[in-house]
């Protein structure tokens, strides 16, 4: 199966780059490597600059000291939306929050430049990413690590929210609402896969904002049923169109019920992988990689499961039975601190909103897999459960 690990911008010069700087206003970097990481949507450079290179007004830390900045460069998964969303949303929270995130110092949200990529330069964090010290770390400093995640929920808690999606800098600089960003959306090299040109990022994922949960879930039914009109493998799915017409009318006719679920905004994708930390005093130095975060239905605050994963562990029994204690210590904590309501508002708050939620999820399964040559009779099964949710939701309360 795809993965987008495979779409990486290749190597690129360092004469490249330095020509990006200079077009940029930076200087010439003392030093440049490109650094090995998992990251499957960029390419990470480090950058050591003069210690003057930023100016008084952007600069950071000790004033005869390198500038130390981190370059991502994008591949051509997301057109745009990723690189803006990062930027507008790290922004806020470097606004209106005390989490440790990396400074946006240059952006570029269109692939018109000398990397030809989108990429965005932000300063690098002190410390060290939570998976490759994380068999050193002892419990009492996992406890540590925990109670400073769960102050960052509290915090990103504080704020409601009136609009499920991502953010975007307006004309003027303000913070405004964006479209959502998935990690689970057709991307631009799947699209060109399975559909060729016949479709585009626009006319297979949602857009938004959403002013609620309702109109959020319906507009992925809807991009659902046209991507089985649209793709002669999904011609199995056919009959299950006026199903899905029900489900629609339902959800609306429900809308009080089934929106009845905290916005909040959330990083989504919480591993270790995106800590960062000081070794010494496992204080939490920085959160990285927000590109998709967002406002979403605090039911959904984890989609892919991605929380206090990656922890660098090969063995799959050990990093299973790592990642349930942890989650586990993480729910002890916030209980004990009084922080439980993260774990009620994550929770849904109706049996039909949860089959709202679930039968769009296999919906979107059986609709992205079936292309993409996953097995029939796993994808039949994707079709029972869908059903039977379905079923749930058009029934009357």
């Known amino acids: 199966m795809w993965a987008p690990e495979q779409c990486l911008p290749p190597p690129i010069a360092e004469a490249t ?192 904002p959403y002013l609620d949960y309702v109109s959020y879930i319906s507009a992925h039914v809807v991009k659902s049923i046209a991507a089985i009109d649209h793709h002669i493998s999904l011609g199995w799915m056919q009959d299950l169109i006026p199903q899905l017409n029900r489900f629609l009318l339902a959800i609306r006719r429900d809308e009080a019920e089934l929106n009845n679920v905290k916005l909040r905004l959330s990083h989504n994708d919480i591993h270790f992988s995106n800590i960062m930390i000081d070794p010494s005093t496992a204080k939490i130095t920085g959160i990285l990689d927000w590109e998709f975060a967002g406002v979403v239905p605090y039911c959904r605050w984890d989609p892919q499961t991605h929380f206090l994963s990656n922890l660098g562990i090969e063995d799959a029994v050990e990093r299973k039975a790592n990642i349930a204690e942890l989650r586990q210590r993480f729910e002890t904590l916030c209980l004990a601190r009084g922080a439980g309501y993260l774990l009620e508002n994550a929770k849904y708050t109706s049996t039909k909103q949860e089959s709202m939620q679930l039968a769009t999820s296999y919906l979107q399964l059986i609709v992205k897999r079936c292309p993409q040559n996953e097995s029939l009779e796993v994808l039949r099964g994707y079709r029972l459960t869908l059903e039977k949710h379905l079923e749930v939701c058009i029934a009357q309360s």
């Open 17 to 208: 780059i330095i020509d990006l700087l200079t077009s940029i206003g930076l200087p010439k970097p003392l030093q440049l490597h490109q650094l090995n990481t998992r990251a499957a949507y960029h390419s990470v450079y480090m950058l050591s600059l003069p210690p003057d290179a930023l100016g008084v007004s952007e600069a950071k830390g000790s004033a005869d000291q390198p500038t130390e900045l981190v370059l991502r460069v994008s591949g051509h998964h997301f057109p745009s939306i990723k690189t803006i969303n990062e930027a507008a949303i790290i922004s806020w929270v470097e606004a209106n929050t005390s989490i440790p995130v990396p400074t946006v110092v240059r952006m570029s949200s269109s692939p018109e430049n000398v990397l030809q990529h989108e990429y965005v330069i932000h300063l690098r964090l002190p410390g060290y990413p939570l998976d490759e010290v994380f068999r050193s770390v002892t419990p009492d400093q996992m406890d540590m690590i925990l109670n400073q995640i769960i102050d960052m929920l509290e915090v990103l808690h504080l704020t409601t929210w009136q609009h499920i999606g991502g953010l975007r800098l307006a004309e003027d600089g303000s913070i405004v609402p964006g479209p959502v960003l998935e990690e689970g959306a057709w991307q631009v090299p799947e699209i060109l896969t399975h559909f060729g040109s016949s479709q585009t990022f626009q006319s297979l994922n949602i857009a938004g």
